[in-house]
């Protein structure tokens, strides 16, 4: 079988979701990078796998998905049986609403507070040379 492909830089937050729930699976994949400097995220061919011009976007065969979230669901849902783990609790409908919460929790309250963190502290350096903004931090 084939790697599944996830595109997006390997720092993004996002894509790194995506790249710990494959890892935890033990699942092959490819980590095809997008320059977001050289707005490839804005290209035909990447506006073909997300629509709204974002990243990640990820490809197991004909199957192509955005939104990261969504992506790592389909990842645990796919090879969670073949690597010995239900890390979605699906099995038992109580510990599944547990972890629908947490993931809501992380989605709404945890994300936007430690996002302007990444960004000042990684991305834009990283990416524009800037230097950290504690006062921001």
């Known amino acids: 079988m084939a790697p599944v492909k996830v595109f997006g830089p ?8 995506i790249l710990v729930c494959l890892e935890e699976v033990g699942a092959e994949y490819e980590v095809v990078n997008i320059d977001m400097q050289a707005k490839e995220h804005k290209s035909p061919e990447h506006l073909a ?3 709204f011009g974002q990243i990640p976007a990820f490809q197991d065969g004909d199957i ?3 939104e990261s979230r969504a992506i790592a669901k389909y990842v645990l ?6 690597a010995g783990v239900d890390l979605l609790r699906e099995g038992d409908l109580k510990e599944a609403a ?8 992380e ?5 936007p507070a430690l996002s302007p963190v990444v960004y000042e502290c990684l991305i834009y350096p990283a ?11």
């Not at 547990?98 to 929790?105: A, C, L, P, R």
């Not at 989605?107 to 994300?111: G, L, P, Q, R, S």
């Not at 990416?127 to 931090?137: E, K, Y």
């Open 107 to 111: 989605a709404h309250t945890y994300n």
């Open 127 to 137: 990416m524009r040379g800037v230097p950290i903004r504690v006062n921001l931090v």
């Open 49 to 51: 796998r997300n629509p």
């Open 77 to 82: 849902r796919k090879f969670s049986k073949s």
């Open 98 to 105: 547990m972890v629908d919460v947490w993931t809501e929790v």
């Open 10 to 17: 390997a720092m993004s937050t996002n894509v790194a979701r």
């Open 64 to 66: 192509v998905l955005f």
